[in-house]
């Protein structure tokens, strides 16, 4: 097609921009909305519980085989195995290149399946939730009732928030769990010559719900029903219980049957130091979170009546969250088109400048139409990227509405003046925009969180692009037909046009001084580096404070929830703090897209502080630093704040591997004591646990008999004394629950004092077992199959996770033979994302490159472009130190897009020198010429972008100005260094 094929058609170019700008507005109207990209679902984790095992011999029964079975299927790139006393966890991490997730879950459970038949018959069957990464974006905790009257008002509420359209599911978190328990009152029992045993025997066998079958009378089924299931405590209660000498006695005259809380709990919540259950409500994927939140609300707002006394009240509310954070960006847009307006009105005229100002509407709402049409979601990515695009997309309409406008100085008609222009420039501006576009092709082929968080961004930005190229071949050669007139006496002869001779006149004369003051700037530039903060991955905006607690391994969760007591004691008692909540024996729910869950254990305890104000953060974490962990002397306490990027364990990770688990603890002491000797390491921990005890018991078989018990009749008799026998289920609500025969105090009998436990009748537990205290393992780590433990650490404030594992990695410890280690944390994603954008990386020079040469046919002039792209240093590292920002993953992105940029700039000036030598002129006259022509569209276009990039410079969150800093500076440097450099370059390569 030719390049000005668009120019006899021009109602069907008015009529699509109206229609794609409409298009946008609608799609901007109606677009789903929510926070942040929904990432692929490539974790999971494999729970099999396995009671009554200790963590050796779950290692050895289950953990390995499973995970044999699942490390054979195709996809799985990491398995993170954890065996504790009566559970096996398995975290799966599929391979980044995994874009269909589905069918890979689907084979782990085809495989989890499999190995079921080779596990121990006591284990129970593996649960796989490959969800993990959702989001509970409406945070609600219930508050204000004992225990058991929370757990029943959240699951009735969990049932009401599930049936709201576009609610996936509600996950309860902190319920305490409730069970029938059967109290034998042990003296009572032993007259009548009951044990728990028997009596759990009679129960589960009244209470087993059993079909019954059907009859056919009188033409219909009619259903039998038993009634062998029991319907009301009351029922339980009078149950007839056979006595050995034949008598009977109503169950209550020798236990007590009560309706209570689980015992043992598995998790507790607080909310202010109150019993609390938290539900979280987990959106649909591909909704409107904002629209969905107000339907949610509305009906919380309903059911609230019906809860009181209770409260319901609000820890997390992502919605409004969206809703504020998608206004500011919606503002920073407004704001960005309407300077990149005024900057081309004021500076080109009204109307050369309406003619290129038109263009930004027409191509962002076209832009956004697009996305919407492939599925796209309006979020911070999204949104920020039609932002950054604001500067790129005028370049196209600036150089060609200039050159028509140049045309028509020099006295051409109308018509030939677009034609002409048009001819002339489509190619070197297909080279130049397909070049840009180049730059951001790594981007979007790149794997790993990271890229998959950002992919939004290239998108956009390559469909703006492209679109820039084809509103400049079309809509701005229409309205500068229709708008531009010929300036008597101008002849291009404006005060920047003299400046940019003088420049490019200057840079001919002086070729190796202009390279050399460049050379030294970039280096100059460069020896700033170490002055930059390392960070790669920018901490949340959010005003809120973790507190991880872990006890020692074997700590109950009665004395978890204890000492993360003390913590919210001392946190609410901060003017700061709005709200405290607090999880025992888990982490908090998954509130935030990059939490990392906590593994569930009865040691460990998260306790969330929500500020008033963001601005109190950094005050509130080093007061927390320094005061809580004196506040819990027994638990080892993390205080941090939520990140972005991947989730993480901790910012800084050493894992280290060994067969052997004294060698191993031996290593993981090593690397411990090293990293507390760092500067700016702290809060050092790690996770290995240490040991249990427990309390072995030898029977005597002979003496066992004698009593009329065996090995199995000793362990049912301590389960009843300890966590109750299992007596089927009570079907009288709304949902059944476990029964349970308990004899003597359950868990809170005085372990010193076993061996006078009864057990048959009056026969004592010393009489037939000797009780032998240990210590075992109390959980075991893998790694990909291998037994490892990791070491963590957090940064300091003015430190960063890359100095201390430099610093580590200098100068490691000695290790016992046979040690390896790796890193985790910050430096593994790091690495995983550098490693995707540089495995995606040839891909883009190849286009860049094909481009150029297909431009210019020419390896010199190629060269000369390609050699401006390290010009970006000059800005990027002051850009970085002026504003405050780090160097990571963010900046990173920045750097990347500064390279399209400058080569773009590069590009129309190495193009219109060749026209100028082929036209005759001399090549001093042809670089002058062409700086001169060329330095106001290549000035405009930097200030645009740099003018779309302030808002978010100054954007209270975290995520972007490292970004904009980094184009900002970087930009403005680079700009005026190419307007010198390539033509100096261009003297130096090119003969004429």
């Given amino acids: 097609m030719r390049a000005d094929a668009f120019l006899a058609r021009p109602r069907l170019v008015a009529v699509l921009a109206l229609l794609l700008t409409a298009a946008g507005v609608l799609a901007w109207l109606d677009m789903p909305r929510q926070e942040d990209p929904t990432l692929p679902y490539r974790a999971g984790v494999v729970v099999v519980p396995v009671p009554g095992a200790d963590a050796a011999a779950v290692e050895r029964l289950v953990l390995r085989r499973v995970e044999d079975r699942l490390a054979e299927v195709d996809g799985v790139k990491h398995l993170t195995g954890t ?66 009257r929370l757990r029943r008002a959240a699951r009735s509420l969990q049932r009401e928030l599930q049936g709201v359209p576009g609610t996936r599911r509600v996950v309860l978190s902190g319920d305490p769990g409730e069970q029938v328990t059967v109290r034998l009152d042990e003296s009572a029992a032993a007259q009548l010559g009951l044990d728990a045993a028997t009596l759990a025997r009679l129960l589960a066998g009244r209470n087993q719900g059993l079909p019954a079958g059907t009859l ?132 080109m005229g009204l109307r050369l400048g309406t003619v290129v100002a038109a263009v930004v509407p027409v191509v962002v709402c076209a ?186 391994e074997g700590t109950h969760l009665d004395a978890t929830a204890a000492a993360s007591a003390a913590v919210e004691s001392a946190l609410a008692a901060r003017s700061e703090v709005a709200l405290v909540a607090a999880w025992a024996g888990r982490g908090a729910p998954h509130f935030y897209y990059a939490l990392e869950d906590l593994p569930a254990s009865p040691q460990v305890a998260q306790v969330v502080a929500v500020l008033r104000e963001r601005r109190q953060l950094d005050a509130m974490l080093a007061w927390a630093r320094a005061t809580l962990p004196a506040a819990v002397p027994a638990a080892t306490v993390t205080v941090r704040q939520l ?75 301590l389960l009843a004394r300890t966590r109750g026998l299992p007596a089927g289920s009570f079907r009288g609500g709304d949902d059944p629950l476990p029964i349970r025969v308990v004899a003597g105090a359950g868990e809170q009998e005085a372990g010193e004092g076993v061996g006078g436990w009864r057990l048959a009748g009056a026969t004592p537990l010393g009489a037939v077992a000797v009780a032998t205290p240990d210590w075992v393992p109390a959980v075991i780590h893998h790694r990909d199959r291998r037994r490892t433990g990791s070491v963590l650490a957090d940064p300091a404030p003015g430190s960063s996770p890359d100095a201390i594992v430099a610093a580590f990695a200098a100068d490691p410890p000695a290790l016992p033979a046979g040690t390896t280690w790796e890193l985790g944390g910050e430096a593994e994603g790091q690495a995983e994302s ?38 970006a240093a000059c800005g990027v590292v002051p850009g970085l130190l002026a504003g405050g920002q780090p160097f990571g993953f963010m900046a990173l992105l920045g750097v990347m897009s500064l390279a399209g940029i400058v080569v773009k700039n590069a590009i129309v000036l190495v193009d219109l020198a060749d026209r100028r030598l082929e036209a005759g002129d001399g090549i001093d006259a042809a670089l002058a010429a062409a700086v001169g022509e060329r330095i106001r569209p290549i000035l405009l276009t930097t200030a645009c972008t740099v003018l779309g990039l302030v808002p978010l410079a100054f954007s209270p969150g975290t995520l972007w100005p490292p970004l904009a800093w980094t184009v900002i500076i970087g930009l403005c440097a680079s700009t005026l260094l190419t307007l010198a450099v390539v033509p100096a370059l261009y003297r130096l390569l090119i003969r004429r």
């Fill in 83 to 148: 065996a504790r006393t009566g559970v096996a966890i398995v975290r799966i991490d599929l391979l980044d290149r995994v874009q269909r997730v589905q069918p890979v879950w689907d084979e782990i459970r085809r495989a989890l399946a499999e190995v079921r038949a080779e596990l121990p018959a006591a284990a129970g069957e593996p649960l796989l939730d490959d969800r993990t990464y959702d989001v509970q974006a409406g945070l609600i905790a219930l508050t204000g009732g004992d225990p058991l």
């Fill in 643 to 717: 990140e972005q990027g991947p989730p993480l364990a901790a910012p800084v990770e050493v894992r280290v591997f060994h067969p052997n688990g004294a060698r191993l603890a031996e290593a993981v002491a090593a690397v411990r004591t090293r990293l507390r000797a760092i500067p700016g390491a702290i809060s050092v921990r790690e996770d290995a646990g240490g040991g249990a005890a427990v309390l072995r018991l030898t029977v005597d078989d002979a003496a066992a008999a004698r009593a009329g018990l065996d090995r199995s009749g000793v362990a049912l008799a």
């Fill in 216 to 347: 056919a009378a009188g033409g219909r089924t009619l259903a039998l029903r038993p009634g062998d299931e029991f319907t009301s405590i009351d029922e339980l209660a009078a149950t007839a219980i056979p006595l050995p000498d034949g008598r009977t006695v109503e169950l209550r005259q020798v236990a007590q049957v009560v309706e209570e809380p689980a015992r043992p709990a598995d998790e507790l919540a607080r909310l202010g130091g109150a019993p609390a259950v938290t539900l979280g409500a987990i959106p649909a994927d591909g909704i409107d979170v904002v629209d969905w939140g107000r339907r949610l609300r509305a009906r919380l707002d309903q059911l609230r009546p019906g809860l009181a006394p209770l409260q319901a009240v609000e820890l997390s509310w992502q919605p409004r969250q969206v809703d504020e954070r998608l206004r500011q960006l919606g503002v920073a847009l407004a704001e960005a088109v309407l300077y990149v307006a005024a900057v081309m009105v004021l500076s």
């Fill in 834 to 871: 550098n490693g995707g954008m540089v495995a995606a990386l040839p891909i883009g020079l190849l286009v860049l490159v094909g481009f150029l040469l297909w431009e210019f046919d020419s390896v010199r002039r190629v060269l000369i472009i390609l050699v401006t792209v390290p010009l």
């Fill in 367 to 552: 832009g956004l139409a697009l996305y919407a049409a492939g599925g796209g979601v309006l979020h911070q990515i999204s949104i920020a990227a039609l932002v950054i695009a604001l500067g790129l997309l005028v370049d196209d309409a600036v150089v060609m509405a200039e050159g028509i406008q140049a045309r028509l100085d020099r006295g051409e008609g109308r018509d030939q003046a677009v034609r002409g222009a048009v001819a002339a420039l489509a190619m070197p501006l297909l080279a130049a925009t397909g070049t840009t576009m180049a730059a951001f092709v790594p981007m979007l082929l790149a794997g790993g969180v990271a890229a998959d968080f950002t992919r939004a961004l290239p998108i956009v930005l390559l469909l703006t692009l492209a679109l820039s190229y084809l509103a400049a071949m079309a809509l701005t050669p229409l309205m500068a037909g229709r708008l531009l007139r010929a300036r008597s006496g101008h002849g291009g002869d404006h005060l920047l046009a003299r400046l940019g001779r003088r420049l490019g006149g200057f840079a001919a004369a002086r070729p190796w001084t202009v390279a050399t003051t460049a050379a030294l700037a970039v280096a100059a530039a460069l020896a700033l580096w170490p002055l930059v903060p390392q960070r790669y991955f920018p901490a949340a905006d959010r005003a809120v404070v973790l507190v991880d607690l872990r006890l020692p």
